[in-house]
């Protein structure tokens, strides 16, 4: 039986759906301002960014604190 996770916001969110949902609330431009990589700032798609954000563990947890922020502010 898998625990549970009642208190993790990220539970049961896929990379794509927080990528999605940032990007929705932010835009590329704003996205690429506040979370400076390259995949967001040069031909930005969600393909491109999750195909790095999988591969560069530092990456993806800056974009899973700024979505953690995003949610704590709305």
Not at 2 to 25: C, F, R, S
Not at 35 to 49: G, L, M, Q, Y
Request: positive net charge.
């Amino acid at each position: 039986m898998t625990p549970t996770q009642p208190n993790n916001p990220l539970h049961g969110k896929t990379l794509e759906a927080i990528l999605n949902e940032l990007v929705d609330h932010y835009g590329w431009e704003r996205l690429g301002q506040r979370i400076t990589i390259r995949c967001f700032n040069e031909n930005p798609s969600v393909k491109s960014s999750l195909t790095f954000l999988r591969k560069t563990p530092w990456a993806r947890q800056k974009v899973e604190e700024l979505y953690l922020r995003m949610i704590r502010n709305t």
